[in-house]
């Protein structure tokens, strides 16, 4: 399985960066079908081919996920969109 570890720093207060988190996750759900589910300040996320969370810590927001065999292929293009969608709800 292929990794994914992404931290990002932001200067949003914690309510704020929850509701941003919120709307990743929302789009994630229509998108994909993923199934989400919050722990603490942690979004858990889960379909076939990928596990993953994101976490809020003081300013940063961290994203983690393991790659199924088939979505492994696509490591470098899922990090890239990551990595814009966090630069979109982050800034």
Do not use: T, Y
């Not at 200067?11 to 589910?37: I, S, T, Y």
């Not at 942690?42 to 996920?65: E, N, T, Y």
Request: net charge negative; glycine share 8%; proline share 5%.
């Amino acid at each position: 399985m292929a990794g994914i570890d992404i931290q990002h720093a932001h200067a949003l207060p914690p309510p704020r960066a929850r509701e941003a988190v919120q709307q990743v996750a929302d789009k994630l759900v229509e998108r994909f079908g993923v199934d989400c589910q919050w722990q603490g300040d942690a979004l858990h996320f889960s379909r076939a081919g990928v596990d993953g969370r994101i976490a809020l810590l003081p300013g940063a927001v961290r994203v983690q996920a393991e790659l199924g065999f088939l979505l492994s292929a696509m490591q470098g293009p899922i990090e890239s969109e990551i990595r814009r969608v966090l630069d979109k709800h982050f800034a």
